[in-house]
Protein backbone atom coordinates (compact mmCIF):
# COMPACT_ATOMS: atom_id res chain seq x y z
CA UNK A 1 0.00 0.00 0.00
CA UNK A 2 1.07 3.90 -0.86
CA UNK A 3 0.93 6.35 1.64
CA UNK A 4 1.42 10.26 1.55
CA UNK A 5 1.41 11.97 4.40
CA UNK A 6 1.06 15.91 3.96
CA UNK A 7 2.59 17.38 6.71
CA UNK A 8 1.03 20.82 5.64
CA UNK A 9 2.55 24.07 7.17
CA UNK A 10 0.94 27.19 8.29
CA UNK A 11 0.25 30.71 9.93
CA UNK A 12 -2.42 32.83 11.42
CA UNK A 13 -1.88 34.75 8.36
CA UNK A 14 -3.07 32.72 5.44
CA UNK A 15 -6.82 32.93 5.23
CA UNK A 16 -8.81 29.72 5.79
CA UNK A 17 -9.92 29.69 2.06
CA UNK A 18 -6.27 29.33 0.60
CA UNK A 19 -5.44 27.03 2.89
CA UNK A 20 -8.35 24.60 1.82
CA UNK A 21 -7.58 25.35 -1.78
CA UNK A 22 -3.57 25.16 -1.18
CA UNK A 23 -4.64 21.53 0.84
CA UNK A 24 -6.93 20.12 -2.01
CA UNK A 25 -3.89 20.56 -4.52
CA UNK A 26 -1.74 18.75 -2.63
CA UNK A 27 -4.03 16.11 -2.34
CA UNK A 28 -5.08 16.27 -5.88
CA UNK A 29 -0.76 15.88 -6.20
CA UNK A 30 -0.85 12.80 -4.69
CA UNK A 31 -2.42 10.89 -7.07
CA UNK A 32 -1.13 7.57 -7.53
CA UNK A 33 -1.12 6.66 -3.57
CA UNK A 34 -3.61 4.36 -2.35
CA UNK A 35 -3.96 6.77 1.02
CA UNK A 36 -3.29 10.50 1.88
CA UNK A 37 -3.69 11.77 5.27
CA UNK A 38 -3.57 15.46 5.98
CA UNK A 39 -2.75 16.70 10.09
CA UNK A 40 -5.31 17.67 12.54
CA UNK A 41 -7.48 20.46 12.00
CA UNK A 42 -5.30 21.91 9.53
CA UNK A 43 -7.92 24.38 8.54
CA UNK A 44 -9.56 26.09 11.68
CA UNK A 45 -5.91 25.57 13.26
CA UNK A 46 -5.27 23.50 16.28
CA UNK A 47 -4.85 26.25 18.92
CA UNK A 48 -6.52 28.86 18.15
CA UNK A 49 -9.53 28.42 19.72
CA UNK A 50 -11.27 31.41 20.04
CA UNK A 51 -12.27 30.87 15.78
CA UNK A 52 -13.46 27.37 16.29
CA UNK A 53 -17.18 28.39 16.69
CA UNK A 54 -16.70 30.68 13.89
CA UNK A 55 -15.09 28.25 11.40
CA UNK A 56 -17.06 25.36 12.95
CA UNK A 57 -19.06 23.53 9.76
CA UNK A 58 -20.72 20.15 9.35
CA UNK A 59 -19.25 17.33 8.34
CA UNK A 60 -20.76 17.74 4.69
CA UNK A 61 -19.54 21.57 4.94
CA UNK A 62 -17.39 22.96 2.43
CA UNK A 63 -14.45 22.57 4.00
CA UNK A 64 -15.61 18.19 3.80
CA UNK A 65 -17.09 18.94 0.29
CA UNK A 66 -13.59 19.84 -1.01
CA UNK A 67 -11.46 17.52 0.33
CA UNK A 68 -13.95 14.73 -0.97
CA UNK A 69 -13.87 16.23 -4.56
CA UNK A 70 -10.07 16.31 -4.10
CA UNK A 71 -10.04 12.55 -3.03
CA UNK A 72 -12.45 11.94 -6.06
CA UNK A 73 -10.09 13.90 -8.24
CA UNK A 74 -6.53 12.20 -7.31
CA UNK A 75 -8.55 8.75 -7.07
CA UNK A 76 -6.99 8.15 -3.49
CA UNK A 77 -8.19 7.21 -0.08
CA UNK A 78 -8.21 10.39 1.77
CA UNK A 79 -8.22 10.61 5.80
CA UNK A 80 -8.70 14.72 6.01
CA UNK A 81 -7.58 15.08 9.27
CA UNK A 82 -10.09 16.68 11.31
CA UNK A 83 -12.54 19.39 11.29
CA UNK A 84 -14.59 21.33 14.06
CA UNK A 85 -17.81 19.91 13.51
CA UNK A 86 -21.17 21.97 14.60
CA UNK A 87 -23.39 19.18 15.98
CA UNK A 88 -26.63 18.56 14.32
CA UNK A 89 -27.91 18.76 17.92
CA UNK A 90 -25.81 19.42 21.91
CA UNK A 91 -24.58 16.42 23.01
CA UNK A 92 -24.42 15.03 26.63
CA UNK A 93 -22.39 17.87 28.07
CA UNK A 94 -24.25 20.53 26.38
CA UNK A 95 -21.70 21.70 23.68
CA UNK A 96 -22.45 21.86 20.18
CA UNK A 97 -18.60 21.62 18.81
CA UNK A 98 -16.43 18.22 18.10
CA UNK A 99 -13.03 17.57 16.73
CA UNK A 100 -13.92 15.14 13.91
CA UNK A 101 -12.06 13.11 11.33
CA UNK A 102 -13.26 12.32 8.27
CA UNK A 103 -12.26 9.67 6.22
CA UNK A 104 -13.07 9.74 2.28
CA UNK A 105 -12.95 6.90 -0.13
CA UNK A 106 -11.91 6.92 -3.60
CA UNK A 107 -15.08 8.13 -5.22
CA UNK A 108 -15.06 11.17 -2.61
CA UNK A 109 -17.64 9.60 -0.54
CA UNK A 110 -17.45 9.26 3.18
CA UNK A 111 -16.38 6.01 4.95
CA UNK A 112 -16.55 6.85 7.96
CA UNK A 113 -16.01 10.00 10.78
CA UNK A 114 -14.29 9.90 14.15
CA UNK A 115 -15.24 12.67 17.27
CA UNK A 116 -11.91 12.53 19.35
CA UNK A 117 -12.21 10.95 22.32
CA UNK A 118 -9.36 12.57 24.31
CA UNK A 119 -10.09 15.94 24.80
CA UNK A 120 -6.30 17.88 25.23
CA UNK A 121 -6.25 21.11 27.60
CA UNK A 122 -6.60 20.10 31.02
CA UNK A 123 -10.05 21.81 31.49
CA UNK A 124 -9.08 24.83 29.26
CA UNK A 125 -9.28 24.66 25.03
CA UNK A 126 -10.81 21.51 24.02
CA UNK A 127 -12.34 20.15 27.09
CA UNK A 128 -14.71 23.22 27.64
CA UNK A 129 -15.68 23.97 23.80
CA UNK A 130 -15.78 20.28 22.69
CA UNK A 131 -18.02 17.13 23.16
CA UNK A 132 -15.89 14.43 23.54
CA UNK A 133 -16.69 11.58 21.67
CA UNK A 134 -17.87 8.03 22.58
CA UNK A 135 -17.14 5.58 19.98
CA UNK A 136 -13.99 3.56 19.14
CA UNK A 137 -13.53 3.66 15.24
CA UNK A 138 -11.88 0.81 13.14
CA UNK A 139 -13.24 0.92 9.50
CA UNK A 140 -11.86 -1.03 6.44
CA UNK A 141 -10.13 1.19 4.29
CA UNK A 142 -11.04 0.82 0.39
CA UNK A 143 -7.86 0.57 -0.97
CA UNK A 144 -8.24 -2.41 -2.82
CA UNK A 145 -6.44 -5.92 -2.80
CA UNK A 146 -6.90 -9.25 -1.64
CA UNK A 147 -6.38 -8.39 2.39
CA UNK A 148 -9.18 -5.95 3.92
CA UNK A 149 -6.70 -3.33 5.40
CA UNK A 150 -8.37 -2.22 9.13
CA UNK A 151 -7.68 0.97 10.23
CA UNK A 152 -7.83 2.67 13.84
CA UNK A 153 -8.70 5.94 13.27
CA UNK A 154 -7.72 8.47 16.01
CA UNK A 155 -6.26 11.88 16.78
CA UNK A 156 -3.32 13.63 18.18
CA UNK A 157 -3.84 13.41 22.05
CA UNK A 158 -5.77 9.94 21.99
CA UNK A 159 -2.16 8.83 21.56
CA UNK A 160 -1.08 9.22 25.17
CA UNK A 161 -3.69 6.73 26.09
CA UNK A 162 -2.65 3.12 25.02
CA UNK A 163 -5.97 1.07 25.98
CA UNK A 164 -7.71 3.20 23.10
CA UNK A 165 -5.04 1.03 20.35
CA UNK A 166 -5.39 -2.14 22.29
CA UNK A 167 -9.39 -1.59 21.88
CA UNK A 168 -8.87 -1.04 18.13
CA UNK A 169 -6.45 -4.10 17.85
CA UNK A 170 -9.19 -6.29 19.77
CA UNK A 171 -11.56 -5.18 16.64
CA UNK A 172 -9.20 -5.53 14.23
CA UNK A 173 -6.71 -3.03 13.27
CA UNK A 174 -3.64 -3.88 11.70
CA UNK A 175 -2.80 -0.04 11.04
CA UNK A 176 -3.22 3.49 12.87
CA UNK A 177 -4.31 6.41 10.94
CA UNK A 178 -3.28 9.62 13.26
CA UNK A 179 -3.50 13.20 12.44
CA UNK A 180 -2.19 16.03 15.16
CA UNK A 181 -1.83 19.38 15.76
CA UNK A 182 1.27 18.29 18.01
CA UNK A 183 3.61 21.32 19.40
CA UNK A 184 7.58 21.22 18.87
CA UNK A 185 7.52 21.62 22.77
CA UNK A 186 6.54 18.13 23.22
CA UNK A 187 7.80 16.38 19.94
CA UNK A 188 9.91 13.95 21.93
CA UNK A 189 7.17 12.46 23.62
CA UNK A 190 5.15 12.56 20.41
CA UNK A 191 8.00 9.84 18.37
CA UNK A 192 8.32 8.02 21.38
CA UNK A 193 4.54 7.16 21.76
CA UNK A 194 4.07 6.33 18.14
CA UNK A 195 7.09 3.79 18.44
CA UNK A 196 5.59 2.76 21.42
CA UNK A 197 1.83 2.14 19.99
CA UNK A 198 3.26 -0.18 16.79
CA UNK A 199 6.05 -2.20 19.40
CA UNK A 200 3.15 -2.94 21.94
CA UNK A 201 0.27 -3.21 19.12
CA UNK A 202 2.59 -4.91 16.54
CA UNK A 203 1.12 -2.69 13.97
CA UNK A 204 1.47 -0.11 11.46
CA UNK A 205 1.85 3.79 12.42
CA UNK A 206 0.89 6.29 10.02
CA UNK A 207 1.30 9.74 12.36
CA UNK A 208 0.60 13.08 10.15
CA UNK A 209 1.84 16.19 12.05
CA UNK A 210 1.40 20.08 11.57
CA UNK A 211 4.45 22.53 10.55
CA UNK A 212 4.41 26.29 10.84
CA UNK A 213 3.24 28.79 13.85
CA UNK A 214 0.22 29.68 14.67
CA UNK A 215 -1.10 31.24 17.84
CA UNK A 216 1.62 31.61 19.50
CA UNK A 217 2.57 27.78 18.95
CA UNK A 218 5.47 26.25 17.06
CA UNK A 219 4.24 22.96 15.80
CA UNK A 220 6.58 19.72 15.61
CA UNK A 221 6.57 18.50 12.38
CA UNK A 222 8.32 15.05 12.55
CA UNK A 223 5.28 13.23 11.10
CA UNK A 224 6.29 9.76 11.20
CA UNK A 225 5.69 5.99 9.78
CA UNK A 226 6.71 3.34 12.19
CA UNK A 227 6.44 -0.12 11.37
CA UNK A 228 5.15 -3.20 13.32
CA UNK A 229 8.08 -4.17 14.93
CA UNK A 230 9.07 0.04 16.20
CA UNK A 231 11.17 0.51 13.07
CA UNK A 232 10.68 4.19 11.65
CA UNK A 233 9.96 3.15 7.78
CA UNK A 234 9.98 7.17 7.58
CA UNK A 235 10.33 10.62 9.36
CA UNK A 236 9.72 14.09 8.23
CA UNK A 237 11.42 17.46 9.57
CA UNK A 238 9.40 20.48 11.15
CA UNK A 239 8.81 22.06 7.66
CA UNK A 240 5.95 21.24 5.36
CA UNK A 241 6.64 18.01 3.66
CA UNK A 242 4.97 15.31 2.02
CA UNK A 243 6.22 11.60 2.61
CA UNK A 244 5.48 9.06 0.21
CA UNK A 245 5.64 5.47 1.63
CA UNK A 246 5.27 2.10 0.69
CA UNK A 247 4.32 -0.74 3.39
CA UNK A 248 4.23 -4.47 2.84
CA UNK A 249 1.07 -4.83 5.48
CA UNK A 250 2.02 -8.89 5.68
CA UNK A 251 4.23 -7.28 8.13
CA UNK A 252 1.89 -7.38 10.51
CA UNK A 253 1.00 -10.99 10.12
CA UNK A 254 4.71 -11.67 10.20
CA UNK A 255 5.63 -9.76 12.91
CA UNK A 256 2.43 -11.32 15.23
CA UNK A 257 3.43 -14.85 13.53
CA UNK A 258 7.16 -14.61 14.74
CA UNK A 259 6.38 -12.77 17.97
CA UNK A 260 2.96 -13.60 19.64
CA UNK A 261 2.84 -11.54 22.13
CA UNK A 262 -0.60 -10.67 21.73
CA UNK A 263 -1.59 -14.02 22.80
CA UNK A 264 -0.24 -13.80 25.91
CA UNK A 265 -2.33 -10.89 26.77
CA UNK A 266 -3.77 -11.19 30.68
CA UNK A 267 -5.99 -8.47 31.41
Same mark, same amino acid.
Given at each position: $? %? ?63 ? $? ?8 ? *? ?16 ? %? ?15 ? #? ?42 ? @? ?19 ? *? ?20 ? *???? @?? *??? @????? #? ?54
Amino acid at each position: $M %KVALIQLGYADGEPVGDRVARAASMVVAAAGHDLVVLPELWAPTGFDYRTWAERAEPVDGAIASA $MAAAAAEAGV *VLHAGSIIERLPHAGVEG %KHLANTSLVFGRDGGLV #TAYRKIHRFGFAEGEPSLLEAGDEIVVTELPVGGQVPVMAGIST @CYDLRFPELYRQQVDLGATLF *VIPAAWPLARIAHWSLLARARA *VEDQ @CF *VIA @CNTAG #THAGVTMGGHSVVVGPTGTVVAEADTEEQVLSVDLDLDEVRAARASFPVLADRRL
